[in-house]
């Protein structure tokens, strides 16, 4: 039987991951619920993608967020050869979430454009909070609760991209408290594509979820799909306090969504990008496939 203190311990959490907006002092480093640190420089980061830039990719600044003295830029980076569809990436939209950041140079190497899918990536969606270890911007503000009174500088860069490149389709990296990997879909993600992309997953080794954040049952292990609860849960986010995140944003916009959830209580950084990696190639190719 739970006690009352570990009920009002759980309220606590779920209101300061899922509800409160914005919180008081941040940003701050956020190590709860058993992450494990992956060493991360924003400076290093950025020149990094930027060496992307030629052939391949367009490298810009999309936005550059002053916090602490100094500008922290968020990266666009765009394919360039011709696309029937383009698949937009972003990552980091938490900055605490770093293997979805250093898992970007991979995803771009293994990039092949002859598919016909034209990549864009947002990275780091959250510049601030990734070089501070912190889920939150410099005010505060989670910034995937924000798409829909777009308060935050770098929600309104993440709109623009979205209206600048019309995406055909939309993943966003993220980590959590969990041991194993799931993924979120929007109702407009074709079933053909959740099952070669969950197959993929697996070949590849990634550990599939059987339990979602809430510790519901996920069938097919990996998926946490649109359920009454989730929608009943961004239903309140989108209604009472005015947040919602991006895969709601993109359910408006009838973009198919998948957002990524892999664990950041694994100690190997490359454990930990593989999904990632794994993700954004197998939903480039499901697409090729489509398009
Ligand atoms: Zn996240």
């Known amino acids: 039987m739970r006690n009352l203190q570990d009920l009002r311990k759980d309220l606590r959490i779920f209101a300061k991951y899922h509800l409160r907006h914005p ?46 003295g100094r500008l922290h830029p968020m990266i666009t980076l765009r394919s ?9 990436v972003i990552a980091g939209i938490h900055g605490n979430e770093r ?21 864009v990536m947002i990275a780091p969606a959250n510049p601030i909070g990734a070089q501070q270890l912190s889920r939150y911007n410099a005010h505060g503000y989670d910034i995937n609760r924000d798409f829909k009174r777009f308060e935050t500088e ?77 929608r009943a849960v961004h239903t309140l986010w989108a209604v009472a306090p005015g947040l919602m995140p991006t895969i709601q944003y993109s359910s ?12 950041w209580r694994e100690a190997d950084g490359q454990t930990r990008i593989r999904p990632h990696v794994e993700l954004v190639d197998a939903v480039s190719r499901a697409l090729a496939s489509r398009s």
């Open 23 to 68: 919180v008081e002092a941040y940003p701050a480093r956020e190590e709860e619920l058993g992450l494990v640190e992956l060493p991360f420089d924003l400076d290093a980061y950025v020149a990094e993608l930027a060496a992307f830039e030629g052939e391949r990719f367009a490298v810009r600044r999309e936005a550059e967020l002053s916090y602490d």
């Open 80 to 88: 360039r050869a011709p696309a029937r569809a383009t698949l937009l």
């Open 252 to 263: 408006v916009r009838a973009i198919p969504e998948i957002v990524l959830e892999s664990s």
């Open 154 to 230: 770098e929600a309104r860069a993440i709109r623009a991209v979205y209206e600048r490149e019309r995406p055909d389709f939309v993943i966003s990296l993220h980590e959590g408290p969990h041991d194993a990997t799931f993924m979120f879909t929007n109702h407009y993600v074709p079933r053909t594509v959740v099952n070669r992309t969950l197959a993929a997953l697996a070949a590849a080794g990634t550990k599939l979820a059987t339990r979602d954040y809430f510790g519901l049952p996920l069938s097919p292990p990996g998926l946490s799909a649109w359920t009454r609860l989730t």
């Open 99 to 119: 293997a979805s950041l250093l898992a970007v140079p991979e995803i771009l190497q293994r990039f092949e454009p002859a598919r016909g899918v034209r990549l």
